[in-house]
């Protein structure tokens, strides 16, 4: 039957049939815009509800020297000359009090002021946040770093390149390229971004498998596999826990104070559902 045969109504028939087709057609496979799970904030924007500060040199919930603090709806790191007239490796990290495995992670973050005094130079407007990582409760009383995987904000200096949401692995590694890749930190491809000025970064994690990192909406590092290092002292024990279990699918995340002035304007969450 010819176009100018049909009937006034099966021309409209014809046309919203088609319209439907491209309306299913324009929905991301997998997942429809009706099962997109909701953000989810992690910071409430008032106070450290949620979150416990371990510190190295203090027990952990001891937010020595009120380093950890919420002002004007901002969640910042701060060194009061009082309490830090010198650094003194009191590296810090603010726990969330879930673990996650397959989700998207969003925080918009900025540097701020001058490091603290004693703070090591490769930490000047330097931060990150941990994923993946292990249990607070089993982090020896000095110990810098939690076993995770590190997504490194930095800041730049005033001449010069320095990307951020790079990736860095204490105690851990990962797979790029289908090869096990162990050196400890990687640049990603992001632009430079100095001064003051906010940046949003976004994570996917898709528990053992793919985790992408973004900066201002664009991909800036891929990779995959992360995993605990047989080789670092503190994971042995955390493998020998997990009866020999190298993959992590899952884990706490971590906001870090290093030494250098930082905030946090948002920090949310959007968890997704378990692999089919």
């Keep these: 039957m010819s176009r100018s045969s049909r009937s006034p109504f099966a021309r409209r028939m014809a046309g919203l049939i088609l319209a439907l087709v491209a309306s299913v057609g324009a929905v991301a496979p997998g997942i429809t815009h009706a099962e997109e799970p909701a953000w989810r904030p992690l910071f409430n924007g008032k106070d450290l509800t949620g979150w416990t500060p371990k510190i190295r040199g203090e027990a952990l919930g001891d937010n020595y020297g ?101 990736l860095c692995t204490p105690g851990t590694n990962v797979v790029m390229s289908g090869k096990l890749f162990t050196p400890h930190c990687t640049t990603s491809k992001s632009q430079t971004y100095r001064g003051d000025q906010w940046v949003a970064v976004e994570v996917e994690v898709d528990g053992d498998k793919v985790i992408r990192h973004l900066v201002n909406g664009e991909p800036v590092l891929e990779y995959e596999g992360a995993q605990l290092d047989p080789n670092d002292p503190h994971s042995k024990g955390l493998i020998a826990q997990r009866d020999g279990k190298l993959l992590l699918d899952g884990g706490t995340i971590s906001l870090q104070s290093e030494s250098h002035p930082i905030e946090f304007r948002r920090v949310e969450i959007q968890v997704l559902p378990a692999r089919k």
């Excluded at 004007?72 to 996650?100: M, N, Q, S, W």
């Excluded at 292990?134 to 730049?156: C, H, N, R, W, Y």
Aim: hydrophobic share 35%; net charge negative.
């Design 66 to 166: 009120d380093t950890f603090r919420v002002e004007d709806g901002v969640l910042k790191v701060v060194y009061d000359p009082a309490k830090y007239p010198t650094f003194g490796e009191k590296f810090g990290h603010l726990f969330f009090a879930e673990p996650f495995s397959r989700y998207k992670l969003r925080i918009d973050y900025r540097f701020t002021g001058e490091q603290c005094p004693g703070g090591p130079g490769w930490a000047i407007r330097n931060s990150g946040v941990m994923l993946h990582g292990e249990d607070p409760k089993g982090m020896t009383l000095d110990q810098d770093f939690p076993a995770s995987i590190e997504v490194q904000f930095l800041g730049g200096a005033p001449e010069g390149e320095r990307t951020t949401a790079n």
